[in-house]
T-cell receptor, first 115, second 115 residues
């Protein structure tokens, strides 16, 4: 069966520090991969998605970036965190043609607090 | 253009009574519609999805939703609420076969269950 792993589960970082969040998927090949951010008490904001290795689509201009160095690995990064980067970050995967119509499967998220 | 509106930010029901979570959508194309559930500090879990097959969709944990094109609605129901149903619920619309950027999440409905 397919599983998705995100780590760390919680992270406290000072303003201006770098960030690296990792997500890996097991049990499937060539998944579509997504990074979302969820602000407190709000819905999800799509940050990045990827349909293959090295292919990244960015949805929101900001100081975050994403990379997909391997088929089932998706990394969210920042060189310098801002206070506004605080939130709950969720990684998700789907399979099949059409990233817009496939059901997505989510990891348990990383709660990021910026001090 | 497309959008999704969850009509109630908070719904409270007694255990054993029916649940109704309302969702209206707007889409220029034939949409795919999803309901997800999120328990505290967890990722989202797919409850059910509609992708132009049967209009009454059955999901996990006794939930179901009915696609009503004339009313542009996709309300989520359950005949009898259980304490474990307390969570945040998200209605999602997608009208693009190929682009994840066209996936729109509702702002969520928090479901509380009274003993």
């Amino acid at each position: 069966s397919q599983t998705i792993h995100q780590w760390p589960a919680t992270l406290v970082q000072p303003v201006g520090s770098p960030l690296s969040l990792e997500c890996t998927v097991e049990g499937t090949s060539n998944p579509n991969l997504y990074w979302y951010r969820q602000a407190a008490g709000r819905g999800l904001q799509l940050l990045f998605y990827s349909v293959g290795i090295g292919q990244i689509s960015s949805e929101v201009p900001q100081n975050l970036s994403a990379s997909r160095p391997q088929d089932r690995q998706f990394i969210l990064s920042s060189k310098k965190l801002l206070l506004s980067d605080s939130g709950f970050y969720l990684c998700a995967w789907s399979v099949g043609l059409g990233t817009g119509r496939s059901a997505q499967h989510f990891g348990d998220g990383t709660r990021l607090s910026i001090l | 253009a497309q959008s999704v509106t969850q009509l109630d930010s908070h719904v409270s029901v007694s255990e054993g009574t029916p649940v109704l979570l309302r969702c209206n959508y707007s889409s220029s194309y034939s949409p795919s519609l999803f309901w997800y559930v999120q328990h505290p500090n967890k990722g989202l879990q797919l409850l059910l999805k509609y992708t132009s097959a049967a209009t009454l969709v059955k999901g996990i944990n006794g939930f179901e939703a009915e696609f009503k094109k004339s009313e542009t609605s996709f309300h989520l129901t359950k005949p009898s609420a259980h304490m474990s149903d307390a969570a945040e619920y998200f209605c999602v619309v997608s009208a693009s076969y190929s682009s994840a950027s066209k996936i729109i999440f509702g702002s969520g409905t928090r479901l509380s269950i009274r003993p």
